[in-house]
């Protein structure tokens, strides 16, 4: 069985964020996982020719924005189609993710391929199955959940001079809260920013959209909940390779996913395989992914989340616990285990 993954979001701002991370880990594992049944080839779909697609027996489509279309109109004969959806977050917070009439067009030829094409979806999480069965109104059977992991990198370092020189490099603190990622609505940036105040402690945060902040136009409906935020005590040190961030996870008093909902949550389970203590909003996806590794805060109370970070900062047995049960709850997840599972889902569209 020839399958085509497509290597869309590779080329483009994606591959740094997590469709990027999924695509590249996931071509890897299944190429390793294939053996003889399986030929994974990765392509960039949309700049094949259709002709060319012929030739694969399945075709899974990586990259999913519910306001543009992401599906071809025309699927060759006998090739199925597998498409990954990652969330719906756009849907659930409409007055902060805005379509217009072009992007609510394309949602409504979205959803009619994805009911007549797809032969199976892919999702990430049980919060976002639900999403996706109610938003588009698809089957349950043809939805399965596949978690993603964090990847190998991600892990707990020993001791060395690493310590301060990466302390040096970025102006870290010596203690503090460390956020991993974009600033968009549903992140809950500015409840974080004013949590950590109230506790009293600096909060460092990686991702290039912080640290252009002055840069974006925050009349944007995906970015005006960011005015008027106080960044002043920020350390907003911007991208940072893989190889510096787990020196960052490592350092961190404390890993914080703040978010008002989430798909899933990479940071999370990177910060688990890093040993670093984890609180995170009590969400769906958050409480599913971690499995009691973390300490759980209100996302709509800044008091809960300062009183949460006190109560971690304070207590160095719950500290060490949550690290303790974090890597433990890091060793659940393998990209091989996702790839194995990706690999059965073809298997079922072949019958």
């Known amino acids: 069985m020839k399958v085509a993954v497509d290597t869309g979001p590779l080329k483009s701002g994606d591959s740094v964020r997590g469709i990027g991370v999924y695509t590249r880990e996931l071509i890897d594992a299944m190429q390793k996982a294939g053996g003889n049944v399986f030929e994974i080839q990765p392509i960039d779909y949309f700049n094949?020719?259709?002709?060319?697609?012929?030739?694969?027996?399945?075709?899974?489509?990586?990259?999913?924005?519910?306001f543009y279309v992401?599906?071809?109109?025309?699927?060759?004969?006998?090739?199925?189609?597998?498409?990954?959806?990652?969330?719906?977050?756009?849907?659930?917070?409409?007055d902060h993710y805005q379509p217009g009439v072009k992007g609510w067009i394309s949602w409504q030829i979205n959803k009619f391929l994805i009911k007549r094409n797809v032969d199976a979806v892919i999702t990430i999480s049980e919060t976002s199955k639900k999403d996706i069965c109610r938003f588009i109104g698809i089957n349950p059977d043809r939805v399965n959940v596949i978690h993603l992991a964090p990847r190998s990198i991600f892990r707990k370092l020993a001791i060395?001079?690493?310590?301060?020189?990466?302390?040096?490099?970025?102006g870290l603190p010596e203690s503090f809260v460390l956020y991993v990622g974009d600033v968009n609505y549903n992140k809950n940036i500015p409840l974080l920013i004013a949590a950590c105040k109230q506790a009293k402690i600096s909060l460092v945060i990686c991702g290039k959209q912080a640290k252009e902040i002055d840069k974006l136009d925050l009349n944007h409906p995906e970015l005006r909940h960011?005015?008027?935020?106080?960044?002043?005590?920020?350390?907003?040190?911007?991208?940072?390779?893989?190889?510096?961030?787990?020196?960052?996870?490592?350092?961190?008093?404390?890993?914080?996913?703040?978010?008002?909902?989430?798909?899933?949550?990479?940071?999370?389970?990177e910060a688990n395989a890093a040993g670093t203590p984890v609180i995170c909003s009590k969400t769906q996806a958050?409480?599913?992914?971690?499995?009691?590794?973390?300490?759980?805060t209100d996302p709509k109370n800044s008091k809960d989340l300062s009183k949460k970070i006190k109560l971690l900062m304070s207590d160095y047995e719950l500290r060490n616990k949550l690290a303790s049960d974090g890597?433990?709850?890091?060793?659940?997840?393998?990209?091989?285990?996702t790839a194995e599972r990706t690999i059965k889902v073809y298997e079922k569209i072949r019958i």
């Open 160 to 170: 060395g001079n690493w310590k301060s020189e990466i302390t040096k490099t970025y």
């Open 327 to 337: 890597l433990e709850n890091a060793k659940k997840y393998s990209w091989k285990l």
């Open 70 to 94: 992401c599906l071809p109109f025309n699927k060759p004969k006998h090739t199925k189609f597998v498409m990954t959806i990652y969330d719906l977050i756009p849907l659930i917070y409409p």
């Open 48 to 66: 094949h020719q259709s002709s060319t697609i012929n030739h694969f027996s399945a075709v899974h489509l990586t990259r999913f924005n519910p």
């Open 286 to 296: 958050l409480v599913e992914i971690t499995s009691g590794a973390a300490v759980f």
């Open 226 to 269: 960011l005015k008027g935020v106080d960044w002043t005590g920020v350390v907003r040190v911007g991208f940072v390779s893989d190889d510096d961030l787990v020196k960052i996870y490592n350092l961190a008093s404390v890993y914080i996913q703040p978010s008002l909902y989430e798909g899933f949550g990479f940071p999370v389970l």
